[in-house]
């Protein structure tokens, strides 16, 4: 079954061009594991690392990547200049934006 999914990050390159299987070796490589030889296997242990993900001919190691609650999900961050990073994922028939943002506001000056 398909369900809403929500995730954030910064993409960074790391390889680009050749086969799916030298791209995935490098990839293990680059996380500190000694890659398998069964391609299957490869694949799987590719898979599991996570933070890196094939996009057509290139990897990508992902950066400040978190998988949030699909169905809402506020977060703020508290800068050194006083101002505030924020997220809002809502059902806005529970609420108006002012009250999401007061709550990333909250959640972002809370964790200081």
């Known amino acids: 079954m398909s369900e809403m999914e929500l995730r954030t990050g910064t993409a960074i390159l790391l390889y680009e061009g050749g086969t799916d299987k ?55 961050k508290l800068n050194p200049d006083g101002n505030i990073d924020f997220m809002c994922f809502w059902y806005n028939g529970g609420g108006s934006f002012s009250e999401a943002l007061g709550s990333a506001i909250k959640r972002a000056t809370e964790e200081k």
């Open 22 to 76: 030298e791209l995935m070796t490098k990839a293990v490589i680059h996380a500190g594991e000694t890659p398998v030889e069964d391609e299957w296997d490869l694949e799987e242990q590719f898979w599991d690392l996570e933070k890196y993900e094939l996009v057509g001919d290139k990897v990508y190691i992902l950066e400040n990547y978190k998988i949030h609650d699909p169905y809402g999900d506020i977060s703020g």
